[in-house]
T-cell receptor
């Protein structure tokens, strides 16, 4: 079945440093979604990328979708303590009968040292 | 607040017991998804319902079952509980059953099996 892998699993950065997490899918994706889960919280949708090579920005966050639509990255510039949490990528997979399900990567847990 | 509600917030029970987790999707959302998140693990997809019908099954054990009712709320039933079933259980909802629709997660139910 479809597999979505994320690296690194953990990342500790000093506040103000940059951070990048990478996501790779075993299959070509129609789109990729990113979610953030704060400690003790639930996953919250951040963004969806659809087009090959697409780049989207949200303030200090930059999301990229690879040309082959099998990989993606999230880059945070000048991290802040509010960026702490686990970042998940997720890709839809067809599960039959016109139905789709999201396959989530294991996530990258970001710690920011003030 | 995602608009998805889950009850109870916490549940502590003993091995061999049976519990029911409840989820109410966002107003207007027809699809409900259940996920299991163990400590430091990603989100494991369990099962999906769309407008009352089961649409997709993931890594759901035979001891677990779910249903979606006419008012679109959903219940996840876990029986013959084992220590390893201790986890966070999230419900998510989306408007339709489509690869492009994002999912909105509830706050989760933390299940502890002693």
């Amino acid at each position: 079945g479809q597999q979505v892998m994320q690296i690194p699993q953990y990342q500790h950065v000093q506040e103000g440093e940059d951070f990048t997490t990478y996501c790779n899918s075993s299959t070509t994706l129609s789109n990729i979604q990113w979610y953030k889960q704060r400690p003790g919280g639930h996953p919250v949708f951040l963004i969806q990328l659809v087009k090959s090579g697409e780049v989207k920005k949200q303030k200090r966050l930059t999301f990229q979708f690879g040309e082959a639509k099998k990989n993606s990255s999230l880059h945070i510039t000048a991290t802040q303590t509010t960026d702490v949490g686990t970042y998940f990528c997720a890709g839809p997979g067809y599960s039959g009968a016109g139905s789709y399900q999201l396959t989530f990567g294991k996530g990258t847990k970001l710690s920011v040292i003030p | 607040d995602s608009g998805v509600t889950q009850t109870p917030k916490h549940l502590i029970t003993a091995t061999g017991q049976r519990v029911t987790l409840r989820c109410s999707p966002r107003s207007g959302d027809l699809s409900v998804y259940w996920y299991q998140q163990s400590l430091d693990q990603g989100l494991q997809f369990l099962i999906q319902y769309y407008n009352g019908e089961e649409r997709a099954k993931g890594n759901i054990l035979e001891r677990f079952s779910a249903q979606q009712f006419p008012d679109l709320h959903s219940e996840l039933n876990l029986s013959s509980l084992e220590l390893g079933d201790s986890a966070l259980y999230f419900c998510a909802s989306s408007v339709e059953d489509s690869s492009v629709h994002t999912q909105y997660f509830g706050p989760g139910t933390r299940l502890t099996v002693l």
